[in-house]
């Protein structure tokens, strides 16, 4: 059983740009969500995709988008990034069904200068 | 607002002692509460989890409470040990309209000293 991967490990990004992460989900599952955890502080969720949508959204600006592929890949991407967004991104997996166990990735460590 | 209250922020153990951390939370749709253990520069890992049908649940050195009516939930480490350090989150989850999603504790730091 493959786990969940994300890629890069890290990034360093100049306010205002672009940035897309990767994130492959767990082998058999279908959902992916994406948290942001900010140093010192829990996950928040971000949204999550299910069949290829998103399936709802934390408290996170329209500047954050996201994807999911046919296999249950996924990116995120945010646009006009700001200092705030410095953060380990993390991806999570699960199943549809099973009531909320996520498993999750690494991470993506962005910083934004 | 903070969905699930964590506490304590930080906490010392000295080996073979018990760690115990605390998490309360308002929404009584929840109906998921796992804990996650995370170590510096990982993602955090599934550690145990209950559901509100039942009041305690133990795998190996670790034990969760729940006391539905107070609205907590609290995560026990027995026989604590150095590779126990790490930053331990609580979380919640209900079966809504958004599939899956967890809302997280701000986490609490432990360190077992040998």
């Known amino acids: 059983e493959t786990g969940v991967t994300q890629s890069p490990t890290h990034l360093i990004k100049t306010r205002g740009q672009q940035v897309t992460l990767r994130c492959s989900s767990q082998?058999?599952?279908?959902?992916v969500s994406w948290y942001q955890q900010a140093l010192g502080q829990g996950p928040q969720f971000i949204f999550q995709y299910y069949r290829e949508e998103e399936n709802g959204r934390g408290n996170f600006p329209p500047r954050f988008s996201g994807l999911q592929f046919p296999n249950y890949s996924s990116e995120l991407n945010v646009n006009a990034l700001e200092l705030d967004d410095s953060a380990l991104y993390l991806c999570?997996?699960?199943?549809?069904?099973?009531?909320?166990?996520?498993?999750f990735g690494p991470g993506t460590r962005l910083t934004v200068t | 607002q903070q969905q699930v209250k964590q506490s304590p922020q930080s906490l010392i153990v000295q080996k073979g002692g018990i760690s115990i951390i605390n998490c309360a939370y308002e929404n009584t749709a929840f109906d998921y509460f796992p804990w996650y253990q995370q170590f510096p520069g990982k993602g955090p890992a599934l550690l145990i989890a209950i559901r509100p049908d039942v009041s305690e649940k133990k795998e190996g050195r670790f034990t969760i409470s729940f006391n539905k009516s107070a609205k907590q939930f609290s995560l026990h480490i027995m026989d604590s040990q150095p590779g126990d350090s790490a930053t331990y989150f609580c979380?919640?989850?209900?079966?809504?309209?958004?599939?899956?999603?967890?809302?997280f504790g701000r986490g609490t730091q432990l360190t077992v000293w040998p």
């Open positions: 979380a919640a989850n209900h079966r809504g309209s958004t599939l899956g999603r967890l809302y």
């Open positions: 999570a997996s699960s199943l549809v069904g099973t009531g909320g166990e996520q498993y």
């Open positions: 082998s058999g599952h279908n959902t």
